[in-house]
């Protein structure tokens, strides 16, 4: 039945139409909606035969997880940005210790600067962690993933993050069509774990492997990862059998078959692309990552085989080199004659607009592109920030340099 | 307290032999049908008290449990010593995460046990004073805070001896680690610092908390028997000497735990709800210098009479503030 709600609101749904047994909550912007949301459910009873524990941190938030889920519970939780690095070290443990957790991460900057809006460094800290990670193009995929995630996550006895783009994605309303419990519990059975702290048969979890089989192990972790690029499109498969929608697999193209020139993204910033593209005549297609963990390196080689130039949109970079996403893509067209250019956009909620990418395809197809562009930078800012660190010791803060000189505070720019 | 107290003043020690009590008051580790939950051919150092306090308590809490008991460990000695794959020495299901997370991990379990109505099922969490008082003390704060059904057990040894013998917050003053060397006008961790997790766990107000000695059995024993019988959040600080960290002689360690308690050094108390519900006393005090001439950590404090005087007034403190010198009949 669709439902005009947010984005968040449709998770909750979603998450407690998958029974979880145990349910972190921790807030931070933007993800804090959608564990509110939960704590209703079960406080009411609507949720049932769930324990909703209110911890003190991120990492307390998945370390709770972490044993609520050895113990053999379906488990829950979501977070964002600093909570997802202050989870950090538990974010390996529980994918080291194939435990099959769902999280949502509403994705969002990190700081310093602080910066509360949308881009996807956080996820993307994580990429290395051993954790599946799916990005959503929009709420009704935000929907569908998380109930398809907890199927993963079982199937593999894996960790799974479902990525969805903070406020752009978590606080939108839109139609979102919400499945009913009966669907649910065809689809996905109940949680038979792995391995299982149990008194009547104890084992011990978690020792210490020391050099003669940590590269096996560690391997073998890789391993199952390249097992998920084949159980990711099945699910989705089974899924479009009960649920009837298609929620893309690994990854979603768009006209990519005649095109010359194809933009590849991940998140919600497909569907800004696909309009802006709509509206131009250049002959561009794009392609959309839906799982960027394991990364599906055939099926992104075999849908841009035929492309002159690959631009890759995305809304992090590891500082230092440039695009995270953009080299992942380069090794999947290794060998390859297909240029790859990098864009980075949308950081820190930057708006990423229509003319900007209007300008960006003309280019694009020109080949009138860097290696790695940043889309909209104020390079008069950046100059001036440069030269002002070259004259003065005592320069102050980037951040508050660059706020004065952009001119957004009614203050006096500095010298 | 809840057990029998024998007093065998006569052999001029205070050990008193199983024979001597009702066959109920013997204590669960002179019984065959103990758990040996933490079993023999572990890898402990010779004399360690940690793998005393742990045995003690596991086996008594499993006694109590009908050996119903998860236990979640932290990093630290306790995890290493215990289990390398593919050995272990556990007998019950036993979790290792992370060094600052086993609270947290407790709190899971019990979650996961109540979700499936397992609550006949208990929850340990485990770690030493370094993975309890410094990097695990925010989860075990919140644990406390929520009163998760968990018994948090402490071993403390008073420094992170796993990593080569550093200073924690339970580490006290004058103690000589890798990073509080006896050099300078202060030689040896400072005074005055560190923290004492007993009285911040009664601040919790939880339903139990205690302290107790690997030296006294039957006092161990019968406060994981106490802690075992409520639900809740727990917390048990076992004082468990060790040779390595302290520079003691292995055959030194329960001596050392006994002088500990006697001296004043390290209070035995009980409490409820906040309260201090009871303390277990001492005969008759015995000077610090007892207790830290042994050890080759306090060499230099033992030599330092201001130093040493620091030690005793902790020693002299705490007998006044706990009340533990036991009324002269």
């Known amino acids: 039945m669709l439902k005009q709600i947010e984005g ?93 957790i769902v999280m949502t991460v509403g994705n969002r900057s990190i700081g310093a600067p602080i910066n509360i809006w949308n881009d996807q460094s956080d996820s993307m800290s994580m990429r290395d962690a051993g954790w599946i990670q799916l990005f959503v193009e929009d709420n009704q995929q935000a929907v569908d993933i998380h109930i ?219 080949d009138n592109l860097e290696t790695v562009t940043f889309l909209d930078l104020k390079k008069d800012v950046v100059e001036r920030e440069l030269k002002r660190e070259k004259e003065l010791l005592q320069s102050g803060s980037v951040a508050e340099n660059v706020l004065r000189d952009v001119g957004v505070v009614n203050a006096a720019k500095t010298t | 307290m809840s057990h029998q107290q024998v007093k065998f003043y006569q052999t001029g020690t205070l050990t008193v032999g199983n024979r001597l009590l009702d066959a109920a008051q013997r204590t669960v580790q002179a019984t065959i049908d103990r758990s040996n939950s933490l079993d023999s051919g572990h890898r402990a150092c010779q004399g360690c008290g940690e793998a005393l306090g742990a045995r003690y308590a596991i086996d008594t809490a499993m006694r109590e449990t009908n050996n119903k008991v998860i236990a979640a460990n932290a990093t630290g000695c306790l995890e290493v010593f215990t289990t390398p794959y593919p050995e272990t020495s556990w007998t019950l299901p036993w979790i290792h995460s992370l060094f600052g997370n086993a609270p947290a991990i407790g709190t899971g379990i019990a979650a996961a046990m109540k979700v499936k109505g397992r609550e006949d099922v208990r929850v340990i969490a485990q770690g030493g004073d370094g993975g309890t ?40 003053g004058g103690a000589r680690t890798a990073t ?82 006697e001296s004043g050094i390290w209070p035995l108390f009980e409490g409820e709800y906040g309260e201090i519900t009871s303390v277990t006393n001492i005969r008759k005090q015995v000077p610090v210098e007892e207790y830290l001439k042994p050890q080759r950590r306090f060499a230099h404090v033992v030599k330092n009479p201001k130093q040493l005087s620091a030690v005793q007034a902790i020693a002299d403190r705490n007998i006044r503030k706990f009340s533990l010198l036991e009324e002269q009949e």
């Open chain 1, 8 to 100: 968040s609101h449709g998770v909750s749904e979603a998450v407690a139409l998958c029974r979880p047994e145990v349910i972190c909550a921790y807030p931070i912007t933007p993800q804090t909606h959608i564990v509110e949301d939960l704590g209703a459910l079960v406080k009411s009873g609507k949720l049932e035969n769930c324990e909703y524990i209110n911890v003190e941190s991120e990492f307390a938030a998945l370390s709770v997880g972490i044993g609520s889920s050895a113990a053999g519970a379906r488990t829950y939780t979501a977070t964002a940005s600093q909570g997802m690095l202050f989870m950090a070290e538990a974010v390996y443990n529980a994918s080291g210790l194939g435990l099959p």
């Open chain 1, 148 to 366: 398809q995630a907890f199927k993963i996550a079982e199937a593999l006895s894996l960790p799974v993050m479902v990525c969805m783009d903070g406020f752009i994605l978590t606080h939108a309303i839109e139609g979102i069509d919400v499945p009913d419990q009966k669907q649910v519990d065809k689809f996905l059975p109940s949680f038979t774990p792995r391995q299982i702290l149990d008194p009547e048969n104890p084992i011990s979890i978690g020792a210490m492997v020391g050099p003669e089989a940590f590269t096996e192990v560690r391997y073998l972790a890789h391993q199952k990862q390249k097992e998920a690029l084949k159980l990711i499109p099945k699910i989705n498969e089974e899924f479009k059998q009960i649920f009837g929608r298609d929620s893309g697999g690994l990854i979603s193209t768009f006209n990519v078959e005649d095109a010359d020139t194809v933009i590849v993204t991940l998140g919600s910033v497909i569907g800004t692309i696909q309009e802006a593209l709509d509206e131009q005549d250049e002959n561009i297609g794009a392609l959309t990552i839906r799982s960027f963990r394991p990364f599906p390196l055939e099926a992104i080689r075999s849908a841009l085989k035929n492309v002159k130039r690959v631009v890759v949109f995305e809304k992090c970079f590891a500082v230092g080199i440039g695009g995270i996403v953009a080299n992942n893509v380069r090794m999947a067209l290794s060998g390859t004659n297909i240029e790859v250019y990098e864009v980075i956009g949308g950081l820190g909620g930057r708006p990423i607009t229509r003319k900007s990418l209007h300008k960006l395809f003309k280019d694009a197809v020109k």
């Open chain 2, 133 to 172: 008082t410094d990097i695990g003390f925010g989860c075990l704060s919140g644990m406390f805070e929520r009163n998760d059904d968990v018994l948090y057990i402490c071993y403390d040894n008073q420094g992170y001896m796993n990593t080569g013998v550093q200073r924690s917050s339970a580490t006290p």
């Open chain 2, 180 to 261: 509080t060397m006896p050099v300078g006008p202060e030689p040896g961790a400072e005074f005055d610092k560190g923290k004492n997790v007993p009285l911040i766990a009664m601040a919790h107000e939880i339903p139990y908390v205690a302290t107790a000695s690997i030296d006294r059995l039957h006092d161990l024993e019968a406060k994981v028997k106490k802690a075992m019988s409520v639900r809740g959040a727990r917390y048990l600080q076992i004082f468990v000497p060790c040779p390595l960290g302290w520079g003691s002689a292995p055959a030194q360690t329960v001596n050392l735990a006994r002088l500990a308690v």
